[in-house]
């Protein structure tokens, strides 16, 4: 994750990073651009919005599995 103020890179690109999703609880800044559709997703839940990992984890539990 990062830090609000940094830039993320993806393919020679940098991205700042108000155009970086952020965890709709912890509102962390998350290494996810808001330009990659929400069905390409990981921990993206319909109706709330972009978790991290974490709260993801927290919220729906260990047992559930997703492949990264």
Known sequence: MLRKGH???VKSKV???KSLEECVLCHRVLEM???VDVSERLYYVEG???LCR??????????VVISE
Do not use: D, R, V, W
């Open 33 to 35: 651009p808001k330009s």
């Open 7 to 9: 830039q993320f890179k």
């Open 54 to 63: 974490e709260c993801y984890m927290e919220l729906y539990g260990c047992n």
């Open 15 to 17: 991205i700042p990073h």
């Open 48 to 50: 709330a919005g972009q």
